[in-house]
């Protein structure tokens, strides 16, 4: 029931600072925890940030200091701002919803909802 789609990536520039866009339907955002995570060819996916219901934030990291999770509950959005990127942060962003609980985790199993991806490319 719960649909999100990702949008705001592509190519860039290392240094670039774009900002990832999550909306979400077919639920009440308010009560979400929401996390990014991104997948890297050949790479297994990993964990990025998450942002419970209470705004409680988490980073891994590797982008702690870099990246900002922030949600707009009017919206019905989440968002990935992306600040000061590096090749290595090139991969496919995926957002992830669990409707059901109330603190975050970093393991892509605990989230029941995933968006399609959107890719980011970082050059140079």
């Known amino acids: 029931q719960v649909q999100l789609v990702e949008s705001g990536g592509g190519l860039v520039q290392a240094g670039d600072s774009p900002r990832l866009s999550c909306a979400a339907s077919?639920?009440?955002?308010?009560?979400?925890?929401m996390a990014w995570f991104r997948q890297a060819p050949g790479k297994v996916r990993e964990f990025v940030a998450a942002?419970?219901?209470?705004?409680?934030?988490s980073y891994a990291d590797s982008v702690k200091g870099r990246f900002t999770i922030s949600r707009d509950n009017a919206k019905n959005t989440a968002y990935l701002q992306m600040n000061s990127l590096k090749a290595e942060d090139t991969a496919v962003y995926y957002c992830?919803?669990?409707?059901?609980?109330?603190?975050?985790?970093?393991?892509?199993?605990?989230?029941?909802?995933w968006g399609q991806g959107t890719q980011v490319t970082v050059s140079s």
């Open positions: 942002i419970t219901s209470i705004r409680i934030i």
């Open positions: 992830a919803a669990n409707p059901t609980k109330f603190s975050s985790s970093s393991a892509p199993s605990y989230y029941n909802y």
């Open positions: 077919g639920g009440t955002l308010s009560s979400y925890v």
